[in-house]
Structures are given as structure tokens and as C-alpha cells.
């Protein structure tokens, strides 16, 4: 049953295949009566181009990619090149025939094959046609651009503004208001317009409708939902939001007229809307007065109507529904069914009883609302001879003032190259992780760009008028903030050599008193990092990231000033693990004595949570090098107790939940819940990244082989349903890392690479059986965790020692490995790794920096298999090395 957490919604797509015709959600209704086969919907890969290729690739079908200029808004490419731009939608028809085509197939790939510059082709017999999509800055304007690189067959274009239902076209200029909206290909020629209703103001990226299951293939306006008998059919759709994130409606009226405004909500009778309506308190708006409805309030399966009586002061009338800040879910939903507006009074029975809807000056069936009615839209076509270079241009921000430099700046030629040279000098200013394998590289560089593209820069927002930069997980429905994500993202850009950006997307962490929103996600004055609010594991995440950022950069005047957060959050965790040491009425100590206190577990459940314990020691142990850092011996003395203190009752409890919860099989998620009823995903954070235990540890051990047997497409699946969760793979990776059984790392390694999409990215779920991800994609945990693994293959500290190629392949060695400039908590390292028949090269130098600790040992580890006896030679100095002999110390 799908259950109301941030893992749990997706947009859904499909195509049809008419006219050679494509249409994803993004387009709707609207281009149905250009669609003469809407019944001819079939899925495809997105890269299936022959079947052998397609039965290759594990990745999801429903492939998203991101454009953009790096921390705002990018623009997001579909499976199909559609193209979803900030302020428009755009959308390709392809040929003129009416006949099907079933032969059709589609290709994407990355410009070089890895910049965010997206290459689209589809093929069939009736014609080839292959558009390239990126973003420009250009004489600064700046703007999502799509370009028709080759074509032999007739094109049109639709594009949807869902955010004006004004808009004018002259001289291949679209304006809406005082916006240029778009900048037409000069070979545009029958330019049609056509006026929308009214808009749905909020994203749609960032909503969901009810009326369908997640990540349904069908459009809202393909679906049909089951009517309630006796009632209007809206009440049988609705649409959704969460995260504080409202729903908008804006809608054209006269001024000064009297309208009458109602809305609808219904609460479901089970948890069929994925959240648990009795927690929110819904606000609901009508062009400034509003009224706050208990969902707890409302009978389940029965409409709920509030009616406003409002004077138009402008031409604009705005509906809105929003969540009350002191609602009791963690994610903040909220939902609206319907909306209807009357120039006069009506009953409102009549109203719910959906026999005075075709009366309404404006109905609106949340969730359902055709395209064509809250956009306004503009559609063209590009002869077949004059489609090559035709390039399209979506402008971010740009003010009819600014006409007359279209000529001279947008239609002056391709820019590409600069896009191109700007994200290259970005990579170039960091470290350098080489293995010469081109699949593995690019991945490693594009996913490093999407973590720069998902970033919001909110300027003046942090202390001190400066810049908050917050990492996000996705550019949709987790267009938001979360430690777990956030902590895994911020050390990605440490280890990849861009510390002064992970210093920035740190300011969330320790900072208070921020402005808006943000004030939800800083740290509490208790000293609980919790985003969203009941969830506890970022309480050791944020520690972790705030310490692993000293580590590597040696930053101490930078400790310093962050320390009292630091200091405040190892105390919440003192102060809680004290309130649930307590005995029983027997005077026994429970199996929770001493752990964080029950919490909402991230697709876990609820209760006591080992994976938010788990990270709290990693978070403790960080604070506790930081106090030493800074020679707070006060501090090191009750960091240390409390770290100690609660090692030992974690242990003790996860021992007790081993042996009579998971049978001497598994660590159980929880100590009360078996692995029938929950996943036990949390228990690899065991031993990475926390190690909390040991590599060798049975607990471990016997964890990881019930996994391994539960091990699908080499990912990680889900107990209890057929899907994979993409990247928490990578974690499970590097436990096979520590323990150095390559094989298996490899295994998962390799697994994870291939359910990368062509253009280099991860959604966060795949349904096996149909091949549909779930989640943000590009996603920016998925992303941040192949720039670890990629890094960690070649550098990584356990403990005290520095290793060298731990998990690197010998076929590597072919090409050569190379890292440059890569930070490490033991200084810099640099590295050149080669061979030559049967000799090994190793250049080799590490720069230890103040305020870093010392490394014990660097080991560098030869490829398996070694052969033969080798000869290696370390910065000139020559070694030999048995066979099969697999690690050799440096110094």
C-alpha cells in the first residue's frame, strides 16, 4: 500500500504513438485533437535502440534530465526531449501523417557524455528527427534553449504558459504582461494562440493528482476516476502538495464585480491519498479571506464545501489551499477537490450534488484540469526544409525592454560552447578522480553538474545578508531539504574538491534564526536537527557533515564558529538518551533503554529507530574530534561519556534485537518489528558510513548475506515489494568495501552503473515489473553517492589509514588511473597509477595540512587479479611483489 512519505510520488508519463506524434503529462488534453491513435500507448526504453542494446539497460523507462544554469530552477528534459522550462512548456509533434508508427524509437545522450546539454533522436521508418536542449547565460540573458539539429520530416511545436492566460505574438516574439516568454525559431511559420481559463500558480512539477496511482503512465486527463454516487465528480479526483508547498489557482475576473467562491475537500476513507488526513489542518483562501478546516473534523467519503462571498479588487481572483504551520504530519500535506466560482449566489447542495457545475463561470476538478484550460498556449509549425537549426528560446527573466537585443544576443548563434566552458572550469577548480574508463568518468562529472543543478541559491537569506545555498534532493516534488540527503551531498562536494561550495551549502546546518521556511529546517534551540519535523537521524547526519567538512579542509577559524551548533547538537542527544534510561516496573531495563527516543523512520515505520541511533554515535565520535580540535577539554569530557555511554546501550539493545527479533539473521530496523514487516535497509548504516561496528562483525555478516539473497538487477530491493531503491546500493557497496570482499563490491558496483540512465543520472526507485522509476530525476542522493563511490574506489580513509585503488579494476590500469587535488582528512593527495606489461607505476605525494590528522599508513592496493610476480615502482623506487599479492604499504 502506498504510504505517505517523500519516496511515494512521481509524475507520470506516457506517449502516443500517432503522426509519429509524442505526448508526455506535460502537454495534457491539449493536443488530443491533433492525436487521431491516443489509444496506440505503448512504453519503450528510452535508450532502446536495437533489443540488444534495450535488454541492457536496467535503467527506468520514464528517464528525466536536468538543464540549467547551477542553483535556481533548472529546466527538466523528459524521456521523450519534451522540454519543462520555468515559465513554459514545450512540446514536439512530428510529421503529418495520421498513420501509427510502431517502429518508433528514441535515443538521449549528454553532449561530450557528460555535460547538461541533452541530445534527443527519434527514428522510424517515416523519418529521422534529433533536437539538442541546453541552458545559456548569454550577454546575460538567460534561458533554456532547444535546437533542431537534423530533421526530414514536418514539425510542430506547442508551447504551454501556465502562468499567464494573457499572451501576444509578433515578430516571432511571445510576451505575457511586461515577460518575454519566448523567442520563436525564425523559421516558425502558421503561429497559432490559444487563451487559457485560468492558471494553477503552483508548479506542477510539485504537485500530484489524486485521481491516479503514483507514477501512473496516464495523463490526468487520459484518466478516468470513479465517481461517487450522488455527488459531483470532482470529489472522486483531487490534487496534492506537501512541504508547506500551497496550492494556487489564479482566475480572470472584472473588477469590483461580486463572485461566489466554493471549494471542496473530501477526506478519503482510508489511506488511499498516502497521508493520514486526521494530522493536517487546511487552510483554504478565497482572494484574501480564508478558513482553517480540522481534516480530523470531517467524515471520511463525505464532501466538505466552504463558500467565500468576494469583491474582485483587481483583474485577478486567487484560490489557494495550504497547510496550517501547526499541522502534526512531518510533511505537510495539503489538497483541494474542486473549486467552482458563480457571478450569484447558489445553493450549495445543488453544488455537491454536481447539478449547477455547467453553470459555473469557472469548475475546476482538481487534479484533472485539462492543459488547454489553465495555460495559454502557442503553436507553430517548422517546414521540413527549414527545420535544421531551428532553435527555440525560453527566457528565465527578461522584460520587454529587453526586445531589441534578441536580434543581436539569442538569434546570433549557438551557445553551447559557452554553456559548455562554463561547467568545464567548474569541474576543472576541483579534485580529479580518473579511472580512463569514459562510462565511469562521465558519470562521475555529471553527477557532480546535477548536484550543482539541483542547489537553490536564496540570496540575503542566510546571517548577515549572505547567500543560503541549499542542496536539494530533486527539482520537483523534493525540490526541499533534507539531512539525510543534505549530509551525503555536502561531503560529496568536500571529497570532490569544492570546499568552498560545500561550505556554502553548509549554512543551512549551523545558522539560525533564518528567514521563512528555513526557520523550520535549521537547527532547533533544543538542538534537534530534524527536517522534517520527527524524523532524528539527521541529529547525527548534520554532525557528521559539519566535522567531515573540517576534516577536509582543515578549516579551524571555520570550526570555531560553527562549534557552539556542534556543541549544542551532541547535547540533544545527551539530554535524550538520558530521558529513556529508565527500568520497568520489574526493575529490568527495556530494549530501548538509552536510545533516541521513538521516531518516524524514513520507509521504515515508526517507533525506535537503529538507523537514527546509528548515525547518532557518527554524529557524537565527530563532535568529539571537534572538541579536541579546539582543545575544549570541558566538552571532551561529557562528549566522551555520553558517546561511550551510549555505544554501550545501543550495543547492548542491538545484540538483544538480533538474537530475539531477527533470529541470529539480521538486524532488525527496529527493536520490535521483524523483516516481514519492515525493510532493514537502516542496518547497513551499521557499518557504513557510521561503522559503528566492526566490517567482522557477525551481526554484519549474517545482515548482509539475508540482503544479498534478497538481491535483485545486483540492487537493493525491498523486502516486501518489487522494487530497488537505487543508491542506498552504493552504502551496501562500500560494507562489501570494508570488509574487502571485491567481489561482491564489484557486483554492486556494476549493478548500480548500469540502472544509470543514458544521460548519466538515477531516479530513486524502479518498479521492477514495469520498469517505472519513482521519485526526483535526477536525484541528488543518487547523484552524491556515485561521486563517493567513484572517489572512495580510489581514495579512502578507514580509520586512521589512507588507501590507494581499494576498489579500482585492473583493467583501469590500461589507460592509466589519475587523481589530482583530492582532499582527504590526512591532506591532499595526488597519484598517477599505470602499467606496462609487467611493471606498475605509482607517482605519488600527499600534503598534509595544519589541523588534519596524522595518517598512520598509506597502502596501495594492486588490482586483482596480480598475476605474476610484479615489479612496482613507488616515486621511482622499485618494489617486488609476490603473486597474488594485492596490497602493498606506500609509507
Not at 541533452?118 to 529521422?128: C, D, I, K, L, Y
Not at 512539477?205 to 507514477?215: A, C, F
Not at 455547467?358 to 503553436?379: I, N, Q, W
Not at 582532499?823 to 600527499?846: C, E, N, Q
Amino acid at each position: 500500500m502506498w504510504k505517505g512519505d517523500r519516496r511515494k510520488f512521481l509524475q507520470g508519463s506516457g506517449f502516443v504513438l500517432g503522426s509519429i506524434a509524442l505526448r508526455s503529462q506535460m502537454d495534457g488534453s491539449a493536443m488530443a485533437g491533433r492525436l487521431s491513435h491516443s489509444h496506440d500507448i505503448q512504453p519503450l526504453m528510452v535508450n532502446e535502440t536495437s533489443p540488444t542494446e534495450a535488454s541492457r539497460s536496467l535503467s527506468n523507462f520514464n528517464v528525466r534530465t536536468a538543464i540549467g544554469l547551477g542553483d535556481r530552477a533548472p529546466g527538466i528534459i523528459d524521456q521523450y526531449g519534451h522540454l519543462d522550462s520555468r515559465n513554459a512548456k514545450a512540446c514536439i509533434t512530428i510529421g503529418n501523417s495520421s498513420r501509427p508508427s510502431p517502429d518508433l524509437k528514441w535515443s538521449q545522450s549528454l553532449e561530450d557524455g557528460y555535460f547538461p546539454i541533452v541530445h534527443t533522436e527519434a527514428r522510424s521508418r517515416q523519418g529521422f528527427v534529433s533536437w539538442t536542449s541546453w541552458a545559456t547565460n548569454g550577454a546575460n540573458i538567460e534561458a533554456d534553449c532547444l535546437e533542431v539539429t537534423q530533421a526530414d520530416v514536418p514539425l510542430a511545436f506547442t508551447l504551454w504558459f501556465p502562468f499567464t492566460t494573457e499572451i501576444e505574438a509578433k515578430h516571432g516574439i511571445v510576451t505575457g504582461g511586461d515577460r518575454i516568454l519566448a523567442v520563436l525559431p525564425v523559421q516558425a511559420a502558421h503561429i497559432a494562440l490559444s487563451k487559457g481559463k485560468y492558471n494553477l500558480l503552483t508548479p506542477e512539477r510539485k504537485t500530484w493528482s489524486l485521481s491516479r496511482p503514483p507514477w501512473s503512465q496516464m495523463s490526468p486527463a487520459s484518466s478516468h476516476p470513479i465517481p461517487i454516487p450522488g455527488i459531483d465528480p470532482a470529489f472522486a479526483s483531487g490534487r496534492s502538495s506537501y512541504l508547506f508547498r500551497p496550492l494556487r489557482y489564479r482566475f480572470p475576473v472584472q473588477p469590483g464585480k461580486t463572485y461566489h467562491v466554493i471549494l471542496g475537500l473530501v477526506a478519503s476513507k482510508s489511506s488511499e491519498y498516502g497521508f493520514n488526513v486526521s494530522q493536517q489542518l487546511v487552510k483554504l483562501s478565497a482572494d484574501g479571506m480564508s478558513d482553517t478546516v480540522d481534516m480530523a473534523s470531517l467524515v471520511p467519503g463525505k464532501p466538505f464545501l466552504r463558500d467565500f462571498v468576494v469583491k474582485a479588487f483587481g483583474t485577478e481572483l486567487h484560490v489557494s489551499s495550504e497547510t496550517d504551520p501547526s499541522s502534526t504530519s512531518p510533511y505537510r500535506y495539503t489538497l483541494l477537490n474542486a473549486i467552482w466560482i458563480f457571478d450569484d449566489m447558489v445553493d450549495p447542495i445543488q453544488v455537491q450534488a454536481g447539478t449547477l457545475s455547467d453553470k459555473a463561470l469557472f469548475y475546476v476538478r482538481c487534479g484533472e484540469e485539462p492543459m488547454k484550460d489553465r495555460a495559454c498556449a502557442v503553436t507553430f509549425d517548422v517546414l521540413q526544409g527549414a527545420a535544421v537549426n531551428s532553435t527555440l528560446y525560453l527566457p528565465y527573466d527578461l522584460n520587454q525592454g529587453s526586445h531589441n537585443m534578441i536580434a543581436t544576443t539569442l538569434r546570433a548563434g549557438s551557445s553551447k560552447s559557452a554553456a559548455k566552458q562554463r561547467w568545464e572550469l567548474l569541474l576543472q577548480n576541483g579534485a580529479q578522480f580518473t579511472t580512463g574508463d569514459s562510462r565511469l568518468d562521465n558519470l562521475y562529472r555529471t553527477s557532480l553538474l546535477n548536484i550543482f543543478l539541483l542547489r537553490t541559491k536564496y540570496p540575503g537569506a542566510a546571517n548577515h545578508g549572505e547567500d543560503l545555498y541549499v542542496v536539494k534532493p530533486g527539482a520537483a516534488i523534493y525540490d526541499a531539504f533534507w539531512y539525510r540527503d543534505g549530509a551525503y551531498i555536502t561531503a560529496a562536494l568536500d571529497v570532490a574538491g569544492h570546499s568552498e561550495e560545500a561550505e556554502k551549502s553548509l549554512r543551512l546546518f549551523w545558522q539560525s534564526g533564518l528567514p521563512g521556511n528555513f526557520g523550520s529546517y535549521e537547527q532547533q534551540e533544543c538542538g534537534a536537527w530534524q527536517a522534517p519535523i520527527g524524523q532524528s537521524d539527521g541529529q547525527g547526519q548534520a554532525l557528521w557533515a559539519l566535522v567531515h567538512h573540517f576534516q577536509f579542509s582543515g578549516n579551524i577559524e571555520w570550526l570555531r564558529i560553527v562549534y557552539p551548533s556542534i556543541r549544542k547538537g551532541a547535547a540533544w542527544i545527551r539530554t535524550v538518551t538520558g530521558e529513556t534510561r529508565f527500568l520497568t516496573e520489574n526493575g529490568d531495563r527495556p530494549i530501548y533503554y538509552g536510545l533516541l527516543p521513538a521516531a518516524e523512520g524514513e520507509a521504515i515505520g515508526q517507533g525506535y529507530i537503529y538507523y537514527h541511533d546509528f548515525w547518532a554515535t557518527a554524529g557524537l565520535r565527530m563532535a568529539l574530534e571537534a572538541a579536541k580540535a579546539l582543545n575544549e577539554d570541558h566538552d571532551v569530557a561529557w562528549i566522551k561519556d555520553t558517546y561511550e555511554t551510549f555505544v554501550a546501550n545501543l550495543s547492548a539493545s542491538v545484540q538483544l534485537a538480533f538474537k530475539r527479533i531477527g533470529d541470529n539473521q539480521y538486524i532488525p530496523a527496529t527493536p520490535f518489528h521483524s523483516v516481514s514487516q519492515l525493510d532493514i535497509w537502516g542496518a547497513i548504516a551499521a557499518l557504513y558510513p557510521t561503522q559503528f561496528l566492526k566490517s567482522n562483525d557477525p551481526m554484519i555478516s549474517q545482515t548482509l548475506h539475508l540482503m544479498r539473497q534478497n538481491c535483485r538487477e545486483d540492487e537493493y530491493m525491498y523486502f516486501n515489494k518489487s522494487k530497488i531503491w537505487t543508491y542506498i546500493t552504493v552504502d551496501w557497496a562500500m560494507c562489501y568495501l570494508l570488509r574487502n570482499d571485491l567481489e561482491m563490491f564489484f557486483r554492486l558496483f556494476d549493478g548500480y552503473v548500469a540502472h544509470a540512465s543514458p544521460t548519466n543520472g538515477w531516479t530513486e526507485e524502479i518498479f521492477v515489473d514495469t520498469r517505472l522509476g519513482t521519485g526526483d530525476m535526477p536525484h541528488g542522493w543518487a547523484a552524491a553517492q556515485y561521486v563517493h563511490l567513484h572517489r572512495n574506489s580510489l581514495v579512502y580513509e578507514d580509520e586512521d589509514i589512507l588507501h590507494l585503488c581499494w576498489g579500482a579494476r585492473e583493467a583501469w590500469l590500461n589507460n592509466g588511473i589519475e587523481v589530482r587535488r583530492a582532499p582527504t582528512k590526512f591532506g591532499t593527495v595526488d597519484f598517477a597509477f599505470r602499467r606496462s606489461a609487467d611493471a606498475l607505476t605509482l607517482d605519488y605525494r600527499l600534503v598534509r595540512r595544519s589541523h588534519q590528522q596524522p595518517c598512520r599508513r598509506v597502502q596501495l592496493h594492486l588490482p586483482p587479479p596480480s598475476g605474476e610476480k610484479l615489479t612496482v615502482r613507488i616515486n621511482g623506487i622499485g618494489k617486488t611483489v609476490a603473486a597474488g599479492q594485492h596490497m602493498i604499504q606506500v609509507e
